[in-house]
Every structure is written in C-alpha cells, then in structure tokens.
C-alpha cells in the first residue's frame, strides 16, 4: 500500500529561522515525490518535485530513501511563507496520493 | 487565467438526490481527477481518468460516478448512495504520461446536504 504520512498538522516559526516541514512515505517501489502549497483564497499548486531536484522560493527537499522520508526545507522562513503545505507521491500510473497536509505560520 | 473551472463553487443537496460537479480544463492534459478534501484527512482519490471514455476508480470510489466523453471535461456524480457527501471536492488535471507530472487544480466545489 501506499501511504505518505505529515506528522504536524500545525507548524508555526518565526520569521527568519529556519523550518522543516516532514514528510513520510511507504511504497513498495521507485516512487516519485512532491510537495504542493496552498495560500490563503488561493488554489492548491505545485511548489517542487523531486525529479527536479530545484529550489522554488527558498525551499529544497531532498528524497531520503533509507529513512523514506521527503522533508522540506528552508533556512530563513518569510511571512509570506505562512500556507498549507502537502507532500505527494506517484509511483506511476498517473495515481497520486497525498498526505494530511501541515499548515505553516511564520509569525512576524 | 485559464487552466481548471470548477462549477459551482458551492452546491446543497437534498437527502436521495443525485448531484452532479462540473469540471472543465483547456491546458489540453489528457489526466484528470477528482479528490475529495475533509478536515484532517488530506486529499483522497475519488476517480481518474488518463484518456477519453477510459477511467479508474480511486481508493474512495464508492457512491461516485464519473464520465469522459470529452478531453477536456470530467464530471463527477454525487449519488444518493454515498453515505456523507458533504466535503470539498477537488478537480484536477495533468499531462498522462508516467505520473512524473505535476497536477494543476481548480478552485474546488463545497457540497452540503440540506
């Protein structure tokens, strides 16, 4: 089965220190990873994707395969960093499959 | 801005009735899907569809039926069988291929039962 797990629902920082957002995965295969971001009255929408391997407003994630894990990363968080985050998997097939999502709130 | 529409965005049902979500892209992606977002429990696939008139249940299938009769349409049919149908429901689309693009969403559609 597949599975991604965010342990944190809620995750609040202060601007300019650095924040983790964990992500989980169980799947037996090659997967795929992902993370999404939702701002306020905005649409959900793709931040990064491993394959890339780019940094997009400051966020890196690196796909740990030992530990199975996708955490996303960035050293200074930004105010406007302040969103739901969900981390994603596809092991092909056009199937993905999402986690419960952890909402970031940088306090100014 | 083009990209997904959702319609509409809010939408009250009647116990029994079967009610239908409109969901319409023009990025030409052959994929499309529909999720389903309750509180705490993330996004879960209701179903996909990689091509015209060809789809495939998700892991919440149930009580939910779809059609693709064209490449840039995907409804989805709330029936009277689903036991909870109030939730926020997601479309979303991208280009078929190995599952290594990402998704383009839309707006999202609240459903509530009267």
């Known amino acids: 089965a597949q599975r991604v797990t965010q342990p944190e629902k809620l995750l609040s920082v202060f601007k300019g220190a650095p924040v983790e957002l964990k992500c989980n995965y169980s799947?037996?295969?090659?997967?795929?990873l992902f993370w999404y971001v939702q701002y306020s009255r905005q649409r959900l929408q793709l931040l990064l994707r491993?394959?890339s391997r780019e940094s997009i407003k400051g966020f890196t994630a690196d796909l740990n395969k030992g530990e199975t894990s996708f955490h996303l990363k960035k050293p200074f968080a930004q105010e406007e960093d302040s969103a739901m985050y969900y981390c994603?998997?596809?092991?092909?097939?056009?199937?993905?499959?999402f986690g419960t999502g952890t909402s970031l709130t940088v306090i100014p | 801005d083009g990209g997904i529409t959702q319609s509409p965005k809010y939408l009250f049902r009647k116990e029994g009735q079967n009610v239908t979500l409109s969901c319409e892209q023009n990025?030409?992606?052959?994929?499309m899907y529909w999720y389903r977002q309750d509180p705490g429990q993330g996004l879960r696939l209701i179903y996909y569809?990689?091509?015209?008139?060809?789809?495939q249940k998700g892991d919440i299938a149930e009580g939910y039926s779809v059609s693709r009769e064209k490449k840039e349409s995907f409804p989805l049919t709330v029936t009277s069988a689903q036991k909870n149908p109030t939730a926020f429901y997601l479309c979303?689309?991208?280009?078929?291929?190995?599952?290594?693009?990402?998704?383009?969403f839309g707006d999202g559609t609240r459903l509530s039962i009267l």
């Open positions: 979303a689309s991208s280009i078929a291929g190995t599952g290594l693009q990402p998704q383009h």
């Open positions: 799947y037996s295969g090659s997967p795929e």
């Open positions: 491993h394959i």
């Open positions: 994603a998997l596809s092991g092909g097939g056009n199937q993905f499959y």
């Open positions: 990025l030409n992606h052959d994929a």
């Open positions: 569809s990689q091509i015209v008139n060809d789809f």
